[in-house]
């Protein structure tokens, strides 16, 4: 049982417009969510991460979402350039206590065209 | 470097040999934590380690596979009498706890011929 689920396998944004990268988790529990970036041959990179007591956090040009009621997080990155075409993964964990490894979904594969 | 350090970054084994895959921790991280990927899969965790202990490996097979942090030296995820279906990336990643994100390195990409 997926319990992080990135339901789109690839997306083609044209550059300078907005990406979004959508992931949606099943366990509750889960109370910290990072996005990584990964390039072919490379480990991933972390880029952004959001605490379950907010809804909303921006670094720059990526912004992650987050509705718990929907268990439910996006990533945002406006405007999209070159270089950010990668797979990215959403992760999740539950922390305060136990093991906190994270819990990756599949991946977006994002296909950034000039 | 202030990375995390994963060797050898490619590796190739024979069925049935041995395989050793090392990740030495961003300095100050003391968390340790294996994952897989297998082709067209997502990372897929294995084992989380803090110096000297296994605090959690719920996603290692139960058997040939085995993780070490030692007091000294890098982290060792110890693979015996690897099989084809053994060839995967391995991923290692460190954190200084505390439910912060993880650092990953560039991967261990091991091939069972």
């Known amino acids: 049982d997926q319990q992080v689920k990135q339901n789109s396998p690839s997306l083609s944004v044209q550059e300078g417009r907005i990406s979004i990268l959508n992931c949606d988790y099943t366990?509750?529990?889960?109370?910290?969510f990072l996005w990584y970036k990964k390039y072919p041959a490379e480990g991933p990179t972390f880029l952004i991460s959001?605490?379950?007591?907010?809804d909303k956090n921006e670094d720059g040009r990526f912004t992650v979402f987050l509705n718990k009621s929907a268990k439910h997080l996006s990533l945002h990155i406006v405007p999209s350039q070159p270089g950010d075409s990668a797979v990215y993964f959403c992760?999740?964990?539950?922390?305060?206590?136990?093991?906190?490894?994270?819990?990756f979904g599949k991946g977006t594969h994002l296909i950034i065209q000039p | 470097n202030a990375g995390v350090m994963q060797n050898p970054r490619h590796l190739v084994r024979r069925r049935g040999q041995e395989a050793r895959l090392r990740c030495s921790p961003m300095?100050?991280?003391?968390?340790v934590y294996w994952y897989r990927q297998l082709p067209e899969e997502g990372l897929k965790f294995m084992v989380y380690?803090?110096?000297?202990?296994?605090?959690?490996e719920s996603g290692m097979p139960k058997e040939r596979f085995s993780a070490e942090f030692p007091k000294e030296g890098p982290s060792i995820l110890r693979i015996q009498q690897v099989v084809r279906g053994d060839s995967a990336a391995y991923f290692c990643?460190?954190?200084?706890?505390?439910?912060?994100?993880?650092?990953f390195g560039q991967g261990t990409r091991l091939t069972v011929v």
């Open positions: 366990n509750s529990m889960f109370d910290y």
């Open positions: 959001i605490s379950s007591i907010k």
């Open positions: 300095k100050g991280h003391s968390h």
């Open positions: 990643a460190s954190s200084p706890g505390g439910g912060g994100a993880a650092f």
């Open positions: 380690l803090q110096k000297e202990n296994i605090i959690d």
């Open positions: 992760a999740a964990s539950v922390t305060g206590g136990g093991a906190d490894g994270l819990t």
